[in-house]
């Protein structure tokens, strides 16, 4: 679908007028830049597509921003909140990504170009979101994908995302809580995350949600092991420098893939 000129002006200063309400878009030269890299046109058709089909309303501001994405505060016509994650389709990041899709089987005949990782890598979360949310593992939930742009379950309170583990305090429950969730994943799900740290888990209320699953692995990739290990590292390594006690990485990876 190919928007006319006069729409495509319409649903810029749409999209504009929320982005100037909440601070997003400020008068330094390098702001506007990213803007412009979050919002090409391609873009602004895949957000105009899930506005006409009633998946989103308005995006509210920017809740975190890495290298590869934003991520937006979003509104459903209902009023209920959603995450929206804009990868961006001008960075070099993805193109270290390749080692992640290719030797997964669920992703064949990979087209290379940039913007074909990005949208591959956008389908691939969704992807695997889909994945766990179905199998039962707390993670948000995927609501729709078009092009680099997906919208998802917001995990937080009135546009305020749930803390990290890294921002709250921990406890030693909460380390054999993460153990359990790589061990759902694994074995529930058939995924390692691949990228699993302190930085992904939000912390709310009382529940642990693993988030970001782009990286995320079919346990048959070749590196699926390799990739197992440096998350169950990361884990022990964050719960160790929080004072806690830890199990040794061969107990858990039996206890992951054997027990």
């Excluded at 990979?110 to 992807?127: D, F, H, M, P, T």
């Excluded at 054999?176 to 888990?201: C, F, G, P, Q």
């Excluded at 970001?212 to 719960?239: C, M, Q, W, Y």
Aim: a positive charge; charged letters at 30%; aromatic letters at 10%.
């Amino acid at each position: 679908m190919e928007l006319d000129d006069k729409t495509e002006k319409k649903l810029s200063r749409r999209i504009s007028k929320y982005e100037k309400e909440s601070r997003v878009l400020r008068k330094d030269s390098d702001d506007y830049e990213v803007v412009e890299e979050v919002f090409d046109k391609r873009t602004l058709i895949a957000l105009h597509h899930l506005m006409n089909s009633k998946v989103l309303r308005c995006l509210n501001g920017v809740v975190s921003s890495g290298k590869e994405a934003r991520v937006y505060w979003g509104e459903r016509d209902d009023g209920s909140s959603v995450a929206v994650k804009i990868y961006l389709t001008v960075t070099v990041e993805f193109k270290k990504r390749l080692p992640y899709i290719i030797g997964d089987p669920r992703f064949k005949n990979v087209k290379r170009g940039s913007r074909n990782i990005v949208e591959l890598w956008a389908q691939k979360e969704y992807k695997n979101l889909m994945t766990v949310y179905d199998a039962g593992i707390p993670a948000p939930r995927p609501f729709a994908i078009k092009r680099n742009v997906l919208v998802m379950d917001f995990i937080g309170n009135n546009g305020s995302p749930a803390p990290l583990l890294n921002e709250i305090g921990v406890k030693q429950n909460d380390y054999r809580r993460v153990i359990s969730l790589i061990k759902k994943l694994y074995k529930d799900a058939n995924l390692v995350h691949a990228d699993l740290s302190e930085y992904n888990i939000f912390k709310h209320g009382k529940r642990l949600i693993v988030f970001d699953f782009g990286s995320a692995v079919d346990v048959r990739h070749p590196l699926a092991k390799e990739f197992l290990i440096r998350d169950i590292t990361n884990v022990n390594r964050f719960f160790i420098k929080c004072g806690l006690r830890v199990e040794s990485l061969e107990r858990v990876l039996k206890r992951v893939v054997y027990a």
